[in-house]
């Protein structure tokens, strides 16, 4: 039996949603009569899903699989030094977030960050044989760079999966404000299930699970710690 991998943030993880809920992630697994395992975390960076997918590579999940990875805020990256807060975000609140803001993030550097990261998950992917895939989430990237294989990017990267799905357009973390939304309410920052059926539909039409032998997603959201600096 083939797996479905998910890689990302709280959006794949399925942040806000209660358990007689789906992320998108289960809902194309369980059409597709696919192997489900998620591998997200919320509030992770782009650098994390290297992370996440080195984990299923050592837990040996990555054999006969598709894989899905979600490209989150590039605002975010990894914290080394403190393991209960592994992001950091230049567009968090906190000290430490307000001092990387200060003297290490740029808008290009974030964007870079992510570019470095697709280039790694791809260069796996391609030696482990897993045929990967990426799916910008709420912002928009430019992932046109040399060695990167942009079919593998949902629409070529010319626009974010919620954009596609009627969502209204984001800043870098998704404000609390934003509620009212039919595709959020009753959420508070997350999408709903309806937009997570949909997220799935956009997937379904452009991924062909049927002639896959193995794929890999990539996707991020909004976490519980960034909910809180809203």
């Not at 358990?19 to 289960?26: A, D, L, N, R």
């Not at 997200?40 to 997918?53: F, I, K």
């Not at 974010?160 to 404000?177: L, R, S």
């Amino acid at each position: 039996m083939k797996s479905l991998l998910l890689f990302g943030d709280s959006w794949p993880a399925g942040g806000e949603l209660t358990k007689y809920e789906k992320p998108f992630g289960q809902l194309l697994a369980e059409q597709h009569n696919l192997r489900y395992k998620n591998y997200s975390r919320e509030g992770a960076s782009n650098p994390e899903m290297l992370l996440q997918l080195k984990m299923a590579v050592e837990e040996n999940d990555h054999k006969d699989s598709i894989a899905i990875f979600f490209l989150t805020s590039y605002t975010r990256t990894i914290n080394w030094q403190d393991k209960t807060e592994p992001t950091i975000n230049a567009a968090g609140y906190n000290d430490l977030d307000t001092m990387f803001a200060k003297y290490f993030y740029t808008h290009d550097a974030g964007q870079f960050n992510t570019t470095q990261s697709v280039l790694a998950l791809q260069k796996i992917c391609y030696t482990l044989g897993i045929d990967d895939y990426y799916i910008p989430g709420w912002l928009d990237f430019d992932l046109d760079f040399p060695g990167i294989d942009i079919k593998k990017i949902y629409n070529s990267g010319k626009s974010n999966i919620a954009t596609a799905i009627g969502m209204p357009k984001f800043e870098d973390e998704i404000e609390k404000g934003r509620s009212t939304h039919y595709l959020i309410h009753p959420k508070e920052v997350h999408p709903n299930q309806k937009a997570h059926q949909l997220i799935a539909e956009q997937i379904n039409n452009w991924i062909n699970f049927t002639n896959n032998s193995s794929s890999c997603l990539l996707y991020t959201s909004p976490s519980p710690r960034d909910r809180t600096r809203s």
